[in-house]
């Protein structure tokens, strides 16, 4: 009787407690990689005060836009200005806050508004000063053009910025009003900015820099008068018109750079001396703490040869205090801080195999190497003054993983800020007094904490509890790395399972690729935005999702990325390759008939590679925006890796997927936005040509007007509902 009454008692627990947990479970669906359900919500836009106990944000309200200060310890704040309070005669709307920063006593506001994307990193915009303790606001210059890049002198009391090519400043009291430059003209000179090459391979667009006390300005010119044209056909018009712009594809004529200073007292201009070789590069420009001596790095064309100048402002006479050498390229980083004391400087290289920071004289003389160790600083933070202190990110526990250390200038004394395992960034306040650590894990939002420079936790601003939680409701698959040991090296890999996985049955696999120099697709931290929830999502419809580091990616240390040289696209297919094989062999679920391949930009490239090579593995794969040949794409980038197409003719051939397309037998779909800045709808024009010629059927799809991103309104939405549907069809 005992028994029956428990089986009774256990069956309509069951029966109750069933549904139950199948509501419990819930669906994936292909419009949550849109609606942001799954987005984890983040401590945005902070910009520390010069006291680190205070930091600024923009808040919007249901009526308005607020710029708040916060006390960072407590979370009070108060409401510093609103955009409907920045109001001026000759304008009919309140000026929107879209950008802004402080002059350095934080008495002044520098609002930037109306803001005009040009490329990656370039816009146009106008510029409106408002007074803290007068409530008044103007306008930064009476010119009805848009300005570029303005910043407040150091006093806060000029302003200096770039209308169309050339460089002015303003006394921002007697409202008077310079030009620096008169010769800027498009297509020809630019003045205060960059070309499109410097701004997208060397990472900044703005390019004029005040000296610390504010009596100088430092400026790029570039001459671009002999770089060819390209052009992008504007699609929209009854007739449609064209973009035209300088792009110096590998191996054609480069901008001429020189470096300026601009003595505001005289109104002088001097020039810094970088030699007489005009083919060559000028990634960084940074003051010392001295107006009188600016830094200057020169690269040869190549970029294999760095020179570490130092620039006397007043005469134009250069110094080479460092000069840095490798039998490959060396990266352009922006870790380089000189000390207070005026006699040294803090540098990043990798010169001892892996990228470490350290300790020189302004004579350029090694004093000590500050970290070391068989793994990279990934990001040099800052240096404490007050204690002497370094901070940095590094890959010391794992390259698949990132943590925060600080360490004495002397070498001594490191310590460990992160708890880990898992991916962390920081945002230091200026003054080191608090940071705000984000951790997150491969199956954990990130979490925003609070803390005293020391480490000490104060408080939890954000941990994303709630979408933990969801995730738990949505059995999101939660990535499993494993290495690959392979004859020429050992690759990192992570597998996505569907949440149902069964190991005695077969499943297809897609493998996501990117594979470029320096980067990395397999890492310990949470995954957001389309493409990783879209691979979450493809788990639910019974794929695997796989993806592998190749040799020539990043964290691992120069040797590991850097043999790769000239030889762009074969050891990334080679690995790709020999991985998969690998994977079939040691892991009885994978369908071995069911692989697919994609990729986007770099990534695109590579599956296209391993469509031709991989032809009997690969039944399937996608190209997004991919170069096809090397030839097609910018100097900076292509030499940087492969040299000049005359000085590697074997490898630009070897390297692009033009030539093999009649080795492709699977399922090809090949994707492209004909507004593409970057790689150009040149790449996939030449390859369809190319497969039209051989006979290779394919599929392809382009996308008018839109650029390398491949985005607005419903693009992304249906850019992914293609993808989804050639992957469910054709594996």
């Not at 209308?163 to 800027?184: A, C, F, P, R």
């Not at 470490?356 to 404490?384: A, C, K, M």
Request: hydrophobic share 30%; glycine share 8%; aromatic share 14%.
């Amino acid at each position: 009787m005992k028994k029956i009454i428990l089986l009774s008692a256990l069956f309509c627990w069951a029966f109750i407690s069933s549904p139950t947990v199948a509501q419990q479970t819930k669906q994936l669906e292909f419009d949550h990689i849109f609606n942001g359900i799954f987005e984890p919500e983040s401590v945005r836009n902070i910009n520390w005060m010069h006291d680190g106990q205070y930091y600024t944000t923009l808040v919007r309200t249901e009526r308005d836009l607020e710029l708040r200060k916060y006390d960072i310890t407590s979370g009070d704040h108060e409401v510093i200005v609103t955009s409907s309070e920045l109001k001026i005669e000759d304008r009919k709307q309140p000026i929107i806050i879209q950008d802004y920063q402080f002059s350095a006593d934080e008495t002044k506001l520098l609002v930037k508004t109306d803001i005009e994307q040009i490329w990656r990193r370039s816009t146009k915009e106008n510029y409106f000063v408002y007074d803290l303790e007068t409530e008044e606001v103007q306008k930064l210059t009476d010119s009805d053009k848009k300005q570029q890049y303005a910043q407040l002198s150091p006093a806060g009391d000029k302003a200096a910025f770039v209308i169309d090519n050339n460089l002015y400043w303003v006394n921002l009291n007697s409202g008077q009003e310079t030009q620096v430059t008169t010769d800027g003209k498009v297509g020809k000179i630019i003045n205060g900015t960059t070309d499109w090459v410097y701004e997208e391979e060397f990472g900044f667009a703005k390019a004029w820099y005040w000296s610390p006390d504010g009596s100088k300005i430092a400026f790029y010119r570039f001459d671009e008068s002999h770089v060819k044209e390209f052009s992008m056909m504007d699609w929209g018009q009854l007739y449609p018109g064209f973009t035209q712009f300088k792009y110096p594809k590998a191996g054609e004529r480069n901008s001429i750079v020189k470096i300026g200073v601009y003595d505001l007292e005289s109104g002088k201009t001097t020039w810094m001396d970088i030699g007489s070789e005009n083919d060559q590069y000028i990634p960084r420009t940074n003051w010392t703490q001295d107006s009188q001596t600016l830094a200057i790095r020169r690269m040869n064309r190549l970029q294999n040869k760095q020179d570490l100048m130092l620039a006397d402002t007043e005469t134009g006479k250069t110094k080479i205090i460092k000069t840095e050498t490798s039998d490959t390229w060396i990266d352009v980083n922006n870790d380089l801080t000189f000390l207070e004391n005026g006699e040294q400087f803090i540098y990043a290289s990798e010169e001892s195999g892996y990228n470490h920071i350290y300790l020189y004289s302004l004579e350029g003389e090694q004093i000590r190497q500050i970290t070391s160790g068989d793994w990279e600083v990934t990001n040099f933070l800052g240096y404490n003054e007050a204690n002497q202190r370094l901070y940095y990110i590094s890959t010391e526990d794992s390259p698949l993983e990132r943590d925060f250390y600080s360490i004495g200038i002397d070498g001594e004394d490191k310590r460990k800020m992160s708890d880990g395992p898992g991916w962390t960034s920081v945002n230091m306040s200026r003054d080191y007094k608090y940071y705000i650590e984000i951790s997150s894990g491969p199956a954990t939002p990130a979490k925003y904490t609070l803390h005293k420079g020391n480490g000490e936790q104060v408080r939890v601003l954000q941990d994303n509890s709630s979408l933990d939680k969801q995730f738990d409701e949505y059995n999101m698959p939660e990535k499993e790395f494993f290495t690959i040991p392979l004859p020429q090296a050992e690759l990192n890999a992570y597998m996505l399972k569907p949440h149902d996985f069964d190991p005695s049955k077969k499943y297809p696999v897609l493998v996501y690729v990117y594979g470029g120099p320096g980067s990395q697709t397999v890492e310990k931290q949470f995954g957001t935005g389309h493409r990783p929830m879209w691979h979450r999502y493809l788990t639910t419809k019974g794929y695997i999702v796989l993806s592998i580091d190749n040799r020539g990616t990043g964290a691992r240390g120069r040797d590991f990325e850097k043999q790769i040289y000239k030889k762009l696209g074969q050891y990334e297919v080679t690995d790709q390759i020999d991985a998969v094989k690998y994977v079939i062999d040691n892991f009885d679920y994978v369908d071995p008939d069911r692989i697919g391949i994609w990729g986007w930009s770099y990534g695109g490239y590579i599956s296209t590679l391993l469509m031709e090579e991989g032809n009997d593995l690969y039944k399937a794969g996608i190209a997004v925006a991919p170069v096809t040949h090397w030839r097609f794409y910018d100097t900076i980038y292509t030499e940087r890796f492969m040299q000049t197409p005359q000085m590697n003719p074997e490898g630009y051939r070897k390297g692009s997927p033009i030539y093999d397309v009649k080795k492709i037998t699977g399922k090809y779909l090949l994707v492209h936005g004909t507004g593409d800045d970057n790689v150009h709808f040149q790449n996939s024009v030449e390859l369809v040509n190319q497969l039209i010629e051989e006979g290779v059927q394919f599929e392809t799809m382009y996308y008018p007007n839109r650029n390398h991103s491949i985005y607005g309104g419903n693009t992304r939405r249906h850019l992914y509902r293609m993808m989804t549907n050639f992957i469910l069809e054709e594996l």
